[in-house]
């Protein structure tokens, strides 16, 4: 078991305050006005802080998108982590809680979302960063396919990739839409649903009726 951190010292809470400041600062200039006009310093003034102060935490305005990815990811993880102590709960519940989970950090900040979402497809990051959501995903199917939930030739990794792309595409549609039609997590819910289940239907052939005249119909 690792070694709890050691509790920081007045400087170090002292410059974590600020971070913390210039960053939810951002975060609210990017809400209200969008990030490709917010400027470092509107940043800096919202945080109270001189312009070369930001520089000390952040190098670049793209070093906070950065960060809200980062800060999500460990929201994630952190909330996974706990779902999986419980143990006797299946598959499919800890997927419905991953999703969930996605819905309510985009729900509850819905304009920073929206906001930083844009800055962050127009930053490459899709692209460019770990697809960490892909791989929480997996880390759930792995574990329900080895207590027999999910058939043993599927590939964890491609599930979780289907997912998180699936994820990601719909949190496109549903951030730039003016009034979403369905909430965020029924749309993930749905989206689980399908993967879990396929889409084609079993139902039992319907029987040839005939037509009046003689010809067959289904």
Not at 10 to 22: F, H, L, M, N, W
Not at 91 to 101: K, N
Not at 193 to 210: M, Q
Request: glycine letters at 6%; hydrophobic letters at 40%; charged letters at 30%.
């Amino acid at each position: 078991m690792s070694a709890e951190p050691a509790p920081l010292g007045r400087r170090e809470r002292s410059k974590q305050r600020i971070k913390d400041r210039i960053y939810t600062s951002a975060l609210s200039l990017f809400a209200e006005q969008g990030y490709d006009r917010t400027t470092i310093d509107q940043i800096a003034e919202r945080a109270d802080v001189a312009r070369g102060t930001f520089f000390n935490y952040f190098q670049r305005k793209e070093d906070l998108v950065t960060a809200w990815a980062e800060a999500r990811r460990r929201r994630l993880e952190e909330c996974m982590e706990e779902s999986m102590l419980a143990r006797d709960d299946g598959v499919t519940v800890h997927l419905e809680r991953c999703m969930l989970a996605l819905a309510e950090f985009n729900e509850t900040e819905r304009d920073v979302t929206a906001a930083m979402l844009q800055a962050w497809v127009k930053a490459g990051r899709p692209l460019l960063e770990e697809p960490y959501a892909g791989h929480v995903f997996a880390t759930v199917v792995e574990a329900g396919r080895r207590r027999g939930e999910i058939a043993v030739d599927i590939d964890p990794l491609r599930v979780g990739n289907i997912l998180r792309d699936s994820y990601l595409g719909l949190l496109y549609r549903w951030s730039q839409s003016p009034e979403p039609r369905v909430p965020l997590h029924i749309e993930l819910r749905e989206v689980l649903r399908i993967v879990l289940t396929g889409i084609l239907s079993y139902a039992r052939p319907t029987a040839y009726v005939p037509e009046p005249g003689g010809e067959v119909r289904a």
